[in-house]
T-cell receptor, first 112, second 114 residues
Framework: QKEVEQDPGPLSVPEGAIVSLNCTYS??????FMWYRQYSRKGPELLMY????GNKEDGRFTAQVDKSSKYISLFIRDSQPSDSATYLC????????????FGGGTRVLVKP | SAVISQKPSRDICQRGTSLTIQCQVD?????MFWYRQQPGQSLTLIAT?????????ESGFVIDKFPISRPNLTFSTLTVSNMSPEDSSIYLC???????????FGAGTRLSVL
């Protein structure tokens, strides 16, 4: 079993819909949680960063962390075709320094 | 966030040759990382490059195959040695910064080995 599980998709939604992404993990030591967006032929771009449990909102993006369930989510409101990309969750534990463990990524397609 | 430049952006190489990938950052950073991303896959950490010390390699990656240099706080190189078609992948460098467990990535080097 992988340390971080993420549905590979693809997830296809109409423009304007809410995109819901999630990851589950097994390592209870993870404290730092990130979402990256990766366009084709580009490097990952940091979208959201959350420390420990709770919610964080930034524009159309909301990240949620539920440490008790070992479950994190990313919501994209009012989705646009430009949101079509692969979304990667990543997380790390304080004891591991800055090493990140990535999920497999979910491919999202927003159709106009 | 740091601005990270990777060179080359892509290359096509012959089996048995070596390729050195460069990673330049616009500010001084303590830790730099090298990842491999195989087609349709997520990122796998190859090694952590610390200035002034040997790189720390992850399980399954060895220095003879992926030698790394880190001569200063803004630059690192990764060499893919004695390449085979199985080495065809995207290689990414990243840096950590801001006192948080966050990493910022370069655009990657797309390598094809024939």
């Amino acid at each position: 079993q992988k340390e971080v599980e993420q549905d590979p998709g693809p997830l296809s939604v109409p423009e304007g819909a809410i995109v819901s992404l999630n990851c589950t993990y097994s390592n209870s030591a993870f404290q730092y949680f990130m979402w990256y967006r990766q366009y084709s032929r580009k490097g990952p771009e940091l979208l959201m960063y959350t420390y420990s449990s709770g919610n964080k909102e930034d524009g159309r993006f909301t990240a949620q962390v539920d440490k008790s369930s070992k479950y994190i989510s990313l919501f994209i409101r009012d989705s646009q075709p430009s949101d079509s990309a692969t979304y990667l969750c990543a997380m790390s534990a304080k004891a591991a320094g800055n090493k990140l463990t990535f999920g497999g990524g979910t491919r999202v397609l927003v159709k106009p | 966030s740091a601005v990270i430049s990777q060179k080359p952006s892509r290359d096509i190489c012959q089996r048995g040759t070596s390729l050195t990938i460069q990673c330049q950052v616009d500010s001084q950073v303590t830790m730099m990382f090298w990842y491999r991303q195989q087609p349709g896959q997520s990122l796998t950490l190859i090694a952590t490059a610390n200035q002034g010390s040997e790189a720390t390699y992850e399980s399954g990656f060895v220095i003879d195959k992926f030698p790394i240099s880190r001569p200063n706080l803004t630059f690192s190189t990764l060499t893919v040695s004695n390449m085979s078609p199985e080495d065809s992948s995207i290689y990414l460098c990243s840096v950590s910064g801001g006192g948080k467990n966050i990493q910022y990535f370069g655009a990657g080097t797309r390598l094809s080995v024939l």
